[in-house]
Each structure stands twice: as C-alpha cells, then as structure tokens.
C-alpha cells in the first residue's frame, strides 16, 4: 500500500540547516529532493498553515483567516483565540463550518485514514481534522473518527518540552511508521524550535540546543521509515510550516486607532484589531463602514506597517473574504543582522491579553522575508535524491503531492503536486 508520512518542525527557517546543529536534516537533504523556493501562506502563523496543509488550499478558502481572528455573533464582533481546543466547534456553531473545504482525512477516511500527532496548540492539531474523520492525537485531547475521545491508555499526555516531543516521536513510529495497520497518511507536527524561539534570542546558544533537539526527533523518524522494507512505497515529506523574524519593536496597533480617533475604545467592539504576530488584521463593524477610507489612509502612512491589504486586494494574498477583516497588515521587516549573525529583524502587533513578546525572541505572522522562509525536502517517487528545486512551492502544495503519490484523484486544492512527472519545471 502506498501511503505518506509528513514531518513538520514547527517554525524552523531553513537558512538555520546546517551540519553542526541539524545533521539529520542535512543528512537527509543528501537522499532527498530540497525546495529552496519554498513558501508559507498569510498570515504566517501555525493555525493557519496547518489548515492549509490539511485542505492544500489558501486562507481564503478554508476561512481559518489567523492564529487570531474575530467572527460575527449576535450582531457583534467578537474576537478568537484560535488556538484554544473548541475553537473550531464553536465556529461551526456560529458560521455553520469548522474549515470551508474538506480536510485530507475527510477525503481519505474510507481509503486508509490520516492520523495526526501534535504538540502545537490544541487549535492548530485539530485544524487538520476538526470534523473527526480520522485520528488526532494531542495533549489537549485525542479523538477517533466521530471526535470520540480514545482510550485512556492511548492518550498523549506529554508536555510542550524536549521530553514531552521524544515520547511523541516515539509514539508516532510506533503508531504510523512501524505499525501493521498504518495509515494511509501519518503527520508528525512538532512544537519545536518554534516554541522556544517565541522566547530565546533567535541563534543563541539555548535556541541552538533546541535545534540539534528537534533535528535528533526528525532524524529517528526518518531512520524508522529508510528500515521499512517497502519504502519505495512510501512518500516522506520532512518540512516546517513557517519561519520566523526577530523582534525588534512592539506595536499597540488597537491603541494607535484609538489615539487617531478611529476606533471608540480599548474595549469598544465598532473596529476590532486581530494580532497575528507580525500581521494584523482588522475588522469593521458594518455601522462604521465610513470610516474605511481613513483607516486605510492611516494604516498606509504608518512606518510600523510593510504591507497593507485593503479588501479588494486580499485575492492576491489569499485572505478571505467571507467575513473577514476590511485590511490585513503585515508588519514592516528588514535583514538587519542580531548579535548572533540571524537576519531578519522586524515589528509585532501587540496581543491582546497578557501575552507579550519578547524583544530579540522570534514571532511571525507576516511576508517578512525570513518568516516566508520555510523548508521542505521530499524523497519518493517523482523526486530526485540529492537535488534542489529553484522553482517555486508553497505548503500547499503537500496535500495535492500526497494524493498524487496516492494515486487517488486530486480534489480541488489551490496548491499543485511537486512530482517532477505532474508539474513542469
């Protein structure tokens, strides 16, 4: 049975690939086809990106619009985290829709099954099968088909740490990779680097332990699918889903439209601001629609502000349209180099809450040049070892290469397959 196994390395950028702190993934690199073109979706952030790679299409047609986004309840506007574990179901209360398009496990529920592990947030491991037609396996909670909780024995009680990831990578190559009954698609979604570079100085020695940690984790998975005797069966995609920028200023977005007289309050609902790390996204409410012109007008003038995405440009960086924002911003960013020679430094948008972030640590969210900088390399049939494509690739493009090695008919994805017999080079 063909079948794939996805390994994402949550926030790792791939000019961080190197021999002394992941020589696992460079060790593979030399068996595997790179992608040195490859981007993210918008916002850059995990929740967003995982529903991407789940459905293989933009924001815009899956509707999961940020990590933060804000939906329209009894005629208010009223923002998310969309992170928290019943997020989702609670959007579907409200919307009538968890995800607008089907997920890889919906289509494959009756043809080998997806199986998920992931140590993100609860918002981001469900994102790849909200609706429960295969399994996902997290700290928050575990579900089978129909959401139903699994056993106790067959939870994963593991903590967002070094340890709490190895136990998971070895329940993933026991459960997906070395198991008799393994499922069609198998997705190993870890927490880290991008955990801790939200707190460490990003190339520090602390944030390059992380690194060899989370590379050690890849490279077991990899060894476990290189020993199984039909591997030429299997398609093995190892990738992250985003990269990350340095902060290096914090901008109280919701304050500056208050003190522009463009929003009534702090706590007012009339314009709402959505942080998504290095992007934004604000939303009118229809009773101040007249004040579209000077907010965009605002927003274009601020030095904190790189790209500003009115509504009639949001086809061109896929961000939806059904009730969305009326601008998404995407913080301004340079190459400007830290202490420990990482580029990329850059503005965040304040959270709302007591989360804050922390200057010199990394955040993303936006186009900034190193935050669209995640990797991928593939090895199966359709790649070539020991190669690297220059042409473009997005990760949504993963859900159509897996259905194409699956031999199954492609639904209809935004993203293309990357083998080289089903896309010209």
């Known amino acids: 049975m063909r079948r794939a196994i996805v390994v994402i390395l949550d926030g790792l950028r791939r000019d961080l690939i190197g021999e002394e702190n992941t020589p696992h993934l460079c060790a593979f690199a030399r068996r595997a086809e790179q992608f040195s073109a490859h981007r993210t979706v918008f916002p850059s952030c995990t929740r967003v990106v995982s529903a991407s790679i789940a459905t293989g299409c933009r924001p815009a047609r899956h509707g999961m619009a940020g990590n933060t986004m804000v939906l329209t309840e009894n ?78 024995l067959d939870e994963l009680n593991i903590a967002l740490d070094t340890e709490g990831e190895s136990m998971m990578t070895d329940r993933f190559i026991a459960r997906v990779v070395s198991a008799h009954d393994c499922p069609a698609v198998g997705v190993l979604w870890m927490g880290e680097p991008d955990a801790s570079q939200h707190n460490l100085p990003l190339g520090s020695p602390e944030h390059l332990a992380i690194l060899r940690s989370a590379d050690s984790h890849a490279g077991r998975v990899i060894a476990a699918v290189e020993a199984m005797a039909d591997r030429q069966d299997i398609l093995l995609l190892v990738g992250s889903d985003h990269g990350h920028q340095i902060v290096d200023g914090v901008i109280d977005v919701e304050a500056e439209l208050v003190g522009a007289g463009l929003k009534n309050s702090m706590e007012s609902d009339d314009v709402v601001v959505a942080s998504n790390g290095t992007s934004v996204l604000i939303y009118l409410h229809p009773d101040v629609s007249g004040r579209k012109s000077e907010i965009e007008i605002f927003l274009r003038d601020r030095a904190w502000a790189g790209q500003v995405f009115s509504r009639c440009e949001f086809a061109s960086a896929g961000i939806p349209l059904e009730a969305g924002p009326e601008f998404a911003v995407s913080m301004r960013s340079t190459d400007e180099i830290n202490d420990y020679g990482v580029a990329g430094k850059g503005y965040t948008a304040r959270r709302a809450g007591d989360k804050a972030d922390i200057l010199g640590a990394g955040q993303h969210g936006g186009m900034g040049t190193y935050e669209q900088m995640p990797f991928l390399m593939a090895a199966g049939q359709g790649f070539t070892p020991d190669s690297v494509r220059t042409s473009p690739s997005c990760v949504i493009d993963i859900a159509p290469t897996i259905f194409t090695h699956l031999g199954k008919p492609l639904p209809s994805f935004d993203g293309q397959a990357l083998q080289h017999e089903s896309r010209e080079e």
């Not at 998310?80 to 494959?108: C, I």
């Not at 429960?132 to 909670?141: L, Q």
């Open 75 to 152: 005629g208010r506007l009223v923002r998310h985290d969309a992170g928290k574990p019943d997020f989702l179901q609670h959007k579907r209360d409200v919307t009538g829709r968890s995800l607008h398009v089907p997920t890889m496990a919906e289509h494959l529920a009756d043809e080998g099954g997806v199986v998920i592990f992931s140590n993100v947030s609860p918002g981001a491991a469900y994102a790849h099968d909200p609706d429960g037609f295969g399994h996902v396996y997290h700290r928050a909670g575990s579900f089978g088909p129909g959401r139903q909780p699994v056993p106790p």
